[in-house]
């Protein structure tokens, strides 16, 4: 599965979200075969009729999709969808898949479901990549996602070619898992970050300070991230249009909740802020920016 030889291989995408969509993009445009599902037939009159007019084929089901590809890259919302898609509906990946098949799961899941999904599809000489991403859809669409893998080195090693026309870093981090346990840690520095931005934001508005400038000065110190270029004006213009929606991020939060609780971990600031993606839930502003945040935050 040599970079020389990728306009041979045969690539399904299942999930063409916000996410999927521009990943199955860039490889139709880097010359693979790419088979491609959606649960909504729908889109391919939509969104994702730019896909067809490629070249990208339509598969009726994942089983009909794994039956005629050399990898299949997964995008879906959780741990349970995975296990639906792959393992457990009456179409399912498994249904179709020949050995040798090389699954990369680019959802964020919890590490137990990827190990358990691994080891089962072992026995069918089927392997399973856990390949979280980080990078959101803007990383998505300009092909420079950071991809972190867990699973056997071999499988790796054949996929990171493919991986690597829609990544700009793809590393491989150990065993099953090991992608998952990497991308939560990824999503509790951010969420607690996101947090933090908010908090400095609310702080400078209730003393009458420029917003704006108190965001230039921060971004030229210590306190300078990615999630502040991103976040801070966001929350001073009011706009929520979404970036990262509030839902995935209480998603992944909750997943990174039942982990730490699995190992007895005491993290309070974690904790915190999934009380507040919470609230935001219950306000109805599941697909809202995460930045919304600082909508959850009330004078005492």
Not at 52 to 76: C, F, K, R, W, Y
Not at 155 to 179: F, I, N, W
Request: with cysteine; proline share 4%.
């Amino acid at each position: 599965m040599t970079e020389n030889h990728h306009n041979k291989l045969k690539i399904g995408c299942i999930g063409l979200g916000f996410m999927g969509r521009p990943i199955a993009r860039h490889l139709i445009h880097a010359g693979y075969d790419v088979y491609l599902y959606a649960r909504r037939p729908d889109v391919f009159d939509g969104e994702c009729k730019d896909l067809i007019d490629a070249g990208g084929h339509i598969a009726s089901s994942p089983a009909e999709l794994a039956a005629q590809v050399d990898m299949v890259l997964t995008n879906v919302m959780a741990g349970p969808d995975v296990r639906q898609v792959v393992l457990e509906q009456d179409d399912a990946i498994i249904k179709g898949a020949r050995p040798g098949l090389i699954i990369v799961d680019h959802s964020t899941i919890d590490p137990a479901t990827a190990i358990d999904l691994n080891k089962q599809l072992k026995l069918s000489a089927i392997d399973f990549i856990d390949a979280p991403v980080s990078g959101g859809s803007i990383g998505a669409e300009a092909g420079t996602l950071a991809i972190m893998m867990g699973g056997d080195a071999d499988a790796v090693e054949k996929c990171t070619p493919v991986l690597s026309h829609y990544s700009r870093t793809c590393l491989h981090m150990g065993g099953a898992g090991t992608g998952q346990i990497t991308k939560l840690c990824n999503q509790i520095a951010q969420v607690i970050t996101i947090q933090g931005v908010a908090e400095a934001m609310q702080f400078a508005a209730a003393y009458g300070a420029d917003q704006k400038a108190v965001m230039d000065v921060m971004a030229s110190g210590f306190a300078s991230s990615r999630m502040l270029e991103l976040m801070a004006p966001k929350m001073i213009d009011d706009d929520f249009t979404p970036l990262m929606k509030s839902q995935l991020l209480h998603k992944d939060a909750g997943i990174a909740q039942g982990a730490a609780q699995d190992k007895n971990l005491d993290m309070p600031a974690l904790d915190l802020v999934a009380e507040k993606l919470n609230f935001l839930q219950e306000q109805g502003w599941q697909e809202k920016d995460v930045s919304i945040l600082i909508k959850a935050l009330r004078k005492k």
